[in-house]
C-alpha cells in the first residue's frame, strides 16, 4: 500500500479539486490557474527529458507545443462541432467526452513526427548546434502556420470551446480541469516509468558521455530520437490542452518567449529531477500570475508620483525582463537548480518508500 501513496493521494487531491470545482467552490479564475499549472507541468517535464536527463539544449520546445495546439484544435473542430470550416461535425457531438482522448493522442503524434524531424539531424550535433536547430524548427512552425489561411493563418484558430459545450450537453463537470489532471498525471507517469527503466538508463548515459554509451552497446541514435518524440509528442498534448482551455489559439503564442518560460522552469528545477521541475513549474505559473496583479499596481504607483508618461504601461515591458533575468541569475548562482540531479525523495530519505511512483 504504500508503495501507492503517491499515486493515491494524487486521485484523492484530484478528486477533491472536481468536487470543489463542480459545487462552485473555485472560480473561473482559480480554475484557470490550476489548470494552466498542470500545462506547465507537462509542458515542463517534457522538455526536461531532453534537456535535463539526455543533457542536449532544446531552445524551440514551444514549436512543438504548437504542433499539438494546432492538430487537436482542427480535430477538436471538425469532429465534434458544427463550424463554417468543415461544416457539419464528422462524429456525434455526444460521443466528445469518450473520444476527446484521441484527439489528445493525435495531437501528440503528428507533434512527435515534428520531433522525429528535429531528432534526425541533431544525431551528429550538440550543444550550440542543437540549439541552433531546435530555434530553427521553432520559427519554421510558426511561419508554416502563419502562412496556411485555411486554419486562421496569423489571425489564429478558435471554435474549441464548442467542444466543451458538446462535453458539457452530455454531463455538465469540469471536464477540462478533469483531462489536465489525467494527463498531467498519465505524463509524469510515463516519464518516471521510462527514465528507470533498463531501456531509459540509455538516456542519462547519452548526457554523462554519449562515446563511452556507445562503446557499453547503448544505440545513442535510438535513444536520442525515441527521448525526442517523447519529449515533443507531451509537449503537443500540452499544446493541445492548453488551446481547449483557451478557446483559441495562435502561433505567437508559441514563439521563443514560450521556450524560454519551458527552459526557466527546467533549469528552476534541476536537470535531471523530475520533482524539482514539477515544483518549478507550480512555482513559476504562480510567479507568472503574482506579476500579472504586482505589474500594473507598479504601473498605477509610479503614474500617481508622474515617474511614468500615462502613456506607458511598465507591466507589458517587465514581465518579459524578468522571466528571463530569472534564467540568467539561476545559471549564475545556481546552475544545477533547486534540487539538481536529484529526486525529493533523496533529500527526505524517509519519505521515500511513500512518494514513489509505481
Given at each position: 500500500?504504500?508503495?501507492?501513496?503517491?499515486?493515491?493521494?494524487?486521485?484523492?487531491?484530484?478528486?477533491?479539486?472536481?468536487?470543489?470545482?463542480?459545487?462552485?467552490?473555485?472560480?473561473?479564475?482559480?480554475?484557470?490557474?490550476?489548470?494552466?499549472?498542470?500545462?506547465?507541468?507537462?509542458?515542463?517535464?517534457?522538455?526536461?527529458?531532453?534537456?535535463?536527463y539526455m543533457?542536449?539544449?532544446?531552445?524551440?520546445?514551444?514549436?512543438?507545443?504548437?504542433?499539438?495546439?494546432?492538430?487537436?484544435s482542427l480535430?477538436?473542430?471538425?469532429?465534434?462541432?458544427?463550424?463554417?470550416?468543415f461544416g457539419?461535425?464528422?462524429?456525434?457531438?455526444?460521443?466528445?467526452?469518450?473520444?476527446?482522448?484521441?484527439?489528445?493522442?493525435?495531437?501528440?503524434?503528428?507533434?512527435?513526427?515534428?520531433?522525429?524531424?528535429?531528432?534526425?539531424?541533431?544525431?551528429?550535433?550538440?550543444?550550440?548546434?542543437?540549439?541552433?536547430?531546435?530555434?530553427?524548427?521553432?520559427?519554421?512552425?510558426?511561419?508554416?502556420?502563419?502562412?496556411?489561411?485555411?486554419?486562421?493563418?496569423?489571425?489564429?484558430?478558435?471554435?474549441?470551446?464548442?467542444?466543451?459545450?458538446?462535453?458539457?450537453?452530455?454531463?455538465?463537470?469540469?471536464?477540462?480541469?478533469?483531462?489536465?489532471?489525467?494527463?498531467?498525471?498519465?505524463?509524469?507517469?510515463?516519464?518516471?516509468?521510462?527514465?528507470?527503466?533498463?531501456?531509459?538508463?540509455?538516456?542519462?548515459?547519452?548526457?554523462?558521455?554519449?562515446?563511452?554509451?556507445?562503446?557499453?552497446?547503448?544505440?545513442?541514435?535510438?535513444?536520442?530520437?525515441?527521448?525526442?518524440?517523447?519529449?515533443?509528442?507531451?509537449?503537443?498534448?500540452?499544446?493541445?490542452?492548453?488551446?481547449?482551455?483557451?478557446?483559441?489559439?495562435?502561433?505567437?503564442?508559441?514563439?521563443?518567449?514560450?521556450?524560454?518560460?519551458?527552459?526557466?522552469?527546467?533549469?528552476?528545477?534541476?536537470?535531471?529531477?523530475?520533482?524539482?521541475?514539477?515544483?518549478?513549474?507550480?512555482?513559476?505559473?504562480?510567479?507568472?500570475?503574482?506579476?500579472?496583479?504586482?505589474?500594473?499596481?507598479?504601473?498605477?504607483?509610479?503614474?500617481?508620483?508622474?515617474?511614468?508618461?500615462?502613456?506607458?504601461?511598465?507591466?507589458?515591458?517587465?514581465?518579459?525582463?524578468?522571466?528571463?533575468?530569472?534564467?540568467?541569475?539561476?545559471?549564475?548562482?545556481?546552475?544545477?537548480?533547486?534540487?539538481?540531479?536529484?529526486?525529493?525523495?533523496?533529500?527526505?530519505?524517509?519519505?521515500?518508500?511513500?512518494?514513489?511512483?509505481?
Amino acid at each position: 500500500m504504500q508503495r501507492y501513496s503517491i499515486n493515491i493521494l494524487f486521485v484523492a487531491g484530484a478528486v477533491c479539486l472536481v468536487l470543489a470545482a463542480q459545487a462552485g467552490m473555485l472560480d473561473n479564475y482559480v480554475l484557470t490557474v490550476l489548470m494552466f499549472m498542470g500545462i506547465n507541468v507537462i509542458f515542463a517535464t517534457s522538455l526536461g527529458l531532453v534537456n535535463g536527463y539526455m543533457g542536449e539544449f532544446s531552445c524551440g520546445h514551444a514549436g512543438f507545443m504548437c504542433v499539438g495546439a494546432y492538430v487537436g484544435s482542427l480535430l477538436s473542430v471538425a469532429c465534434f462541432t458544427t463550424n463554417k470550416l468543415f461544416g457539419a461535425p464528422l462524429l456525434s457531438p455526444e460521443s466528445a467526452p469518450f473520444l476527446f482522448p484521441l484527439v489528445l493522442l493525435a495531437a501528440g503524434l503528428a507533434a512527435a513526427l515534428f520531433g522525429l524531424l528535429v531528432a534526425l539531424p541533431s544525431f551528429h550535433t550538440r550543444g550550440d548546434y542543437l540549439a541552433i536547430i531546435t530555434i530553427a524548427a521553432n520559427y519554421i512552425i510558426i511561419s508554416i502556420v502563419e502562412n496556411i489561411d485555411f486554419i486562421g493563418g496569423p489571425r489564429g484558430f478558435s471554435g474549441m470551446k464548442r467542444t466543451m459545450n458538446a462535453m458539457n450537453g452530455v454531463l455538465e463537470i469540469p471536464w477540462m480541469l478533469i483531462w489536465v489532471l489525467v494527463v498531467t498525471f498519465a505524463s509524469i507517469l510515463i516519464l518516471h516509468r521510462l527514465v528507470t527503466s533498463t531501456y531509459g538508463k540509455g538516456v542519462p548515459a547519452v548526457c554523462q558521455n554519449e562515446i563511452a554509451a556507445e562503446i557499453m552497446g547503448v544505440d545513442t541514435n535510438r535513444v536520442k530520437t525515441m527521448a525526442f518524440m517523447v519529449s515533443s509528442g507531451l509537449a503537443g498534448v500540452s499544446g493541445a490542452l492548453y488551446a481547449h482551455v483557451y478557446g483559441y489559439v495562435n502561433a505567437q503564442a508559441f514563439n521563443i518567449l514560450k521556450s524560454t518560460e519551458g527552459m526557466v522552469m527546467v533549469y528552476l528545477g534541476g536537470m535531471g529531477s523530475l520533482s524539482g521541475v514539477i515544483m518549478a513549474a507550480i512555482a513559476f505559473t504562480l510567479l507568472v500570475e503574482g506579476l500579472r496583479f504586482a505589474l500594473p499596481a507598479l504601473d498605477g504607483l509610479l503614474h500617481n508620483l508622474n515617474l511614468l508618461p500615462a502613456s506607458y504601461e511598465v507591466s507589458q515591458v517587465w514581465k518579459w525582463v524578468l522571466i528571463p533575468l530569472c534564467l540568467v541569475l539561476l545559471m549564475q548562482f545556481r546552475p544545477e537548480g533547486l534540487l539538481g540531479n536529484r529526486e525529493l525523495s533523496h533529500y527526505f530519505p524517509r519519505l521515500r518508500r511513500f512518494f514513489t511512483l509505481k
